[in-house]
């Protein structure tokens, strides 16, 4: 992976990850609460396709997804560049790019 790749990568993992981790872990807290989460955590293989996304993900897929907050101050060149970076992959780019293999 390229410097380029990593950077774009690394910015997108903080957009799509960190970013929702506070909810991902109140998720996960109604899940213990309701008792959902012993079970899930015992017998993941059951739940594998409740939580995962086994399709193609296009570019036009991660773009949408992109959700940039305008009061973060992100440089707008930087958002158009990634955007424009995206835009350029390849179907193996896009698996390479979201870290999954066909």
Same mark, same amino acid.
């Given at each position: ?14 957009? /799509?990850?960190?970013? !929702?981790?506070?909810? =991902?872990?109140?998720?996960? @807290? ?6 959902? #989460? ?19 993900? /296009?570019?036009?897929? !991660?773009?949408?997804? =992109?959700?940039?907050?305008? @009061? ?6 930087? #958002? ?13 780019g896009m698996c390479t790019y979201n870290n999954y293999k066909k």
């Amino acid at each position: 992976m390229s410097n380029k790749d990593a950077v774009t990568h690394a910015v997108m993992q903080h957009e /799509s990850l960190y970013k !929702v981790s506070t909810l =991902l872990d109140q998720f996960k @807290e109604g899940l213990n609460k309701m008792g959902v #989460l012993p079970v899930i955590e015992k017998f993941p293989e059951l739940f594998v396709s409740m939580f995962t996304f086994t399709g193609d993900v /296009s570019c036009e897929d !991660v773009l949408a997804a =992109l959700y940039v907050d305008p @009061e973060e101050g992100i440089d707008d060149i930087l #958002l158009s560049l990634t955007h424009k970076y995206i835009k350029s992959l390849s179907k193996d780019g896009m698996c390479t790019y979201n870290n999954y293999k066909k």
